[in-house]
Protein backbone atom coordinates (compact mmCIF):
# COMPACT_ATOMS: atom_id res chain seq x y z
CA UNK A 1 0.00 0.00 0.00
CA UNK A 2 1.57 3.28 -1.32
CA UNK A 3 1.75 5.80 1.73
CA UNK A 4 0.19 8.62 0.33
CA UNK A 5 -3.15 6.29 -0.73
CA UNK A 6 -2.92 4.80 3.08
CA UNK A 7 -3.36 8.53 4.27
CA UNK A 8 -6.88 8.68 2.84
CA UNK A 9 -7.49 6.48 6.16
CA UNK A 10 -6.26 8.74 8.32
CA UNK A 11 -9.38 10.89 7.68
CA UNK A 12 -10.77 11.76 11.33
CA UNK A 13 -8.12 9.43 13.01
CA UNK A 14 -5.59 10.56 15.96
CA UNK A 15 -3.07 8.45 15.63
CA UNK A 16 0.04 8.03 18.01
CA UNK A 17 3.43 8.12 15.29
CA UNK A 18 4.90 5.05 16.43
CA UNK A 19 1.76 3.06 15.59
CA UNK A 20 0.67 5.20 12.10
CA UNK A 21 1.84 3.03 9.72
CA UNK A 22 0.16 -0.30 11.14
CA UNK A 23 -2.98 1.67 12.56
CA UNK A 24 -3.27 2.92 8.66
CA UNK A 25 -2.68 -0.21 7.37
CA UNK A 26 -5.65 -1.97 9.59
CA UNK A 27 -8.10 0.82 8.57
CA UNK A 28 -7.31 0.00 4.84
CA UNK A 29 -9.55 -2.88 5.32
CA UNK A 30 -12.34 -0.93 6.95
CA UNK A 31 -13.51 1.22 3.88
CA UNK A 32 -16.50 1.71 5.89
CA UNK A 33 -14.84 3.91 8.75
CA UNK A 34 -12.79 6.34 6.22
CA UNK A 35 -14.98 8.86 7.90
CA UNK A 36 -15.65 7.75 11.66
CA UNK A 37 -13.84 9.72 14.10
CA UNK A 38 -11.32 7.58 16.00
CA UNK A 39 -8.42 8.08 18.66
CA UNK A 40 -6.27 6.23 19.06
CA UNK A 41 -4.30 6.45 22.41
CA UNK A 42 -1.98 5.03 24.82
CA UNK A 43 -3.64 3.98 28.35
CA UNK A 44 -2.51 2.16 31.29
CA UNK A 45 -6.11 2.21 32.26
CA UNK A 46 -7.37 -0.97 30.52
CA UNK A 47 -8.46 -3.66 32.87
CA UNK A 48 -7.74 -7.01 31.37
CA UNK A 49 -6.56 -6.27 27.92
CA UNK A 50 -3.91 -4.97 25.97
CA UNK A 51 -5.86 -2.72 23.34
CA UNK A 52 -9.23 -1.63 23.84
CA UNK A 53 -12.30 -0.20 21.61
CA UNK A 54 -15.24 1.82 23.02
CA UNK A 55 -17.18 4.78 22.09
CA UNK A 56 -16.64 8.17 23.46
CA UNK A 57 -19.39 8.34 25.46
CA UNK A 58 -19.95 12.21 25.48
CA UNK A 59 -20.71 11.54 21.75
CA UNK A 60 -23.22 9.06 22.82
CA UNK A 61 -26.08 11.36 22.93
CA UNK A 62 -27.50 12.66 19.81
CA UNK A 63 -27.25 10.69 16.38
CA UNK A 64 -24.82 7.90 16.09
CA UNK A 65 -23.46 9.61 12.63
CA UNK A 66 -21.64 12.30 15.13
CA UNK A 67 -20.32 9.49 17.44
CA UNK A 68 -16.47 8.93 18.08
CA UNK A 69 -14.47 6.37 19.28
CA UNK A 70 -11.49 5.33 21.50
CA UNK A 71 -8.96 2.70 20.74
CA UNK A 72 -6.46 2.76 23.84
CA UNK A 73 -3.66 0.85 23.82
CA UNK A 74 -1.11 -0.60 26.53
CA UNK A 75 1.95 1.40 26.02
CA UNK A 76 4.40 -1.53 27.38
CA UNK A 77 3.46 -5.66 26.61
CA UNK A 78 5.27 -7.71 28.42
CA UNK A 79 6.78 -10.06 26.57
CA UNK A 80 8.56 -13.16 28.34
CA UNK A 81 8.65 -11.43 32.01
CA UNK A 82 9.97 -8.56 29.77
CA UNK A 83 8.03 -4.87 29.46
CA UNK A 84 8.72 -4.03 25.77
CA UNK A 85 7.13 -0.71 23.96
CA UNK A 86 4.06 -1.67 22.17
CA UNK A 87 5.20 -0.30 18.81
CA UNK A 88 7.85 -2.83 19.00
CA UNK A 89 5.78 -5.61 18.62
CA UNK A 90 5.63 -7.32 14.79
CA UNK A 91 3.76 -5.17 12.83
CA UNK A 92 1.42 -8.42 11.37
CA UNK A 93 0.07 -8.62 15.15
CA UNK A 94 -0.66 -4.99 15.51
CA UNK A 95 -2.51 -5.04 12.76
CA UNK A 96 -4.22 -7.68 13.91
CA UNK A 97 -4.97 -6.65 16.90
CA UNK A 98 -5.70 -2.90 16.16
CA UNK A 99 -7.53 -4.93 13.54
CA UNK A 100 -10.01 -6.87 15.80
CA UNK A 101 -10.49 -3.47 17.64
CA UNK A 102 -11.82 -2.27 14.42
CA UNK A 103 -14.13 -4.90 14.47
CA UNK A 104 -15.76 -3.94 18.04
CA UNK A 105 -16.18 -0.72 16.16
CA UNK A 106 -18.08 -1.94 13.33
CA UNK A 107 -20.43 -3.59 15.64
CA UNK A 108 -20.69 -0.68 17.49
CA UNK A 109 -21.94 1.49 14.01
CA UNK A 110 -24.75 -0.69 13.59
CA UNK A 111 -25.97 -0.19 17.18
CA UNK A 112 -28.08 2.70 18.42
CA UNK A 113 -27.23 4.02 21.94
CA UNK A 114 -29.49 2.30 23.99
CA UNK A 115 -27.86 -0.92 22.39
CA UNK A 116 -24.40 0.51 23.14
CA UNK A 117 -25.48 1.07 26.80
CA UNK A 118 -27.00 -2.69 26.58
CA UNK A 119 -23.71 -3.71 25.01
CA UNK A 120 -21.51 -2.00 27.78
CA UNK A 121 -23.71 -3.27 31.11
CA UNK A 122 -23.54 -6.89 29.39
CA UNK A 123 -19.75 -6.70 28.70
CA UNK A 124 -18.98 -5.83 31.76
CA UNK A 125 -21.65 -8.33 33.67
CA UNK A 126 -21.32 -11.69 31.66
CA UNK A 127 -18.66 -14.09 30.43
CA UNK A 128 -21.74 -15.27 27.50
CA UNK A 129 -21.75 -11.69 26.30
CA UNK A 130 -17.70 -11.33 26.47
CA UNK A 131 -17.72 -14.03 24.42
CA UNK A 132 -20.18 -13.17 21.82
CA UNK A 133 -18.52 -9.75 21.72
CA UNK A 134 -15.09 -10.91 21.11
CA UNK A 135 -16.05 -13.37 18.35
CA UNK A 136 -18.08 -10.76 16.71
CA UNK A 137 -15.35 -8.96 16.21
CA UNK A 138 -12.98 -11.58 15.20
CA UNK A 139 -15.90 -12.13 12.76
CA UNK A 140 -15.59 -8.05 11.26
CA UNK A 141 -12.02 -8.63 11.22
CA UNK A 142 -12.21 -11.94 8.87
CA UNK A 143 -14.79 -10.85 6.49
CA UNK A 144 -13.25 -7.60 6.02
CA UNK A 145 -9.60 -9.61 4.84
CA UNK A 146 -7.79 -9.51 7.94
CA UNK A 147 -7.28 -13.36 8.92
CA UNK A 148 -3.83 -13.24 8.15
CA UNK A 149 -3.14 -10.86 10.83
CA UNK A 150 -5.61 -12.20 13.38
CA UNK A 151 -3.61 -15.29 12.90
CA UNK A 152 -0.24 -13.91 13.39
CA UNK A 153 -2.01 -12.12 16.47
CA UNK A 154 -3.39 -15.01 18.01
CA UNK A 155 -0.19 -17.06 17.41
CA UNK A 156 1.64 -14.45 18.96
CA UNK A 157 -0.41 -14.77 22.04
CA UNK A 158 -0.90 -18.15 21.94
CA UNK A 159 3.23 -19.48 21.12
CA UNK A 160 5.81 -16.64 21.49
CA UNK A 161 4.65 -14.24 24.23
CA UNK A 162 5.36 -16.54 26.74
CA UNK A 163 2.08 -15.88 28.78
CA UNK A 164 0.57 -17.41 31.78
CA UNK A 165 -1.66 -20.33 31.40
CA UNK A 166 -4.75 -18.88 32.54
CA UNK A 167 -4.71 -15.98 30.37
CA UNK A 168 -4.23 -18.54 27.49
CA UNK A 169 -6.81 -20.29 28.93
CA UNK A 170 -8.53 -17.32 29.43
CA UNK A 171 -8.16 -16.33 25.26
CA UNK A 172 -8.97 -19.68 23.80
CA UNK A 173 -12.32 -19.50 26.01
CA UNK A 174 -13.26 -16.08 25.19
CA UNK A 175 -11.71 -15.27 21.49
CA UNK A 176 -12.29 -17.75 18.15
CA UNK A 177 -9.54 -20.40 18.32
CA UNK A 178 -7.19 -20.51 15.04
CA UNK A 179 -8.71 -23.47 13.70
CA UNK A 180 -12.08 -21.97 13.90
CA UNK A 181 -10.29 -18.52 12.32
CA UNK A 182 -8.59 -21.38 9.57
CA UNK A 183 -12.03 -23.27 8.84
CA UNK A 184 -13.75 -19.30 8.81
CA UNK A 185 -11.25 -18.22 6.35
CA UNK A 186 -11.16 -21.28 3.83
CA UNK A 187 -15.52 -20.33 3.90
CA UNK A 188 -14.47 -16.69 3.34
CA UNK A 189 -12.77 -18.01 -0.06
CA UNK A 190 -14.95 -20.47 -1.21
CA UNK A 191 -18.05 -17.73 -1.68
CA UNK A 192 -15.82 -15.47 -2.94
CA UNK A 193 -15.29 -17.77 -5.98
Same mark, same amino acid.
Given at each position: ?13 ? $?? %?? #? !???? &??? /?? =? ?55 P ?7 V ?10 ? $?M %?? #? !???? &??? /?? =? ?7 K ?5 A ?19 A???I????D ?28 E??
Amino acid at each position: MAKESSELFANRKT $IP %DN #L !REVT &LKA /LS =FYPALKDVKIHFKYSSNIRTHFMQAQPRYTTMIGSRKRRSYIIKIKPEFCLKGREIPAYELPPDVLVGWIGHELGH $IM %DY #L !RKNN &LEL /LI =FGIGYYTSKSFIITAERAADTYALNHGLGDYILAAKDFILNVADMSEKYIRRMNRLYLPPEEIMIMMDDILAEAD
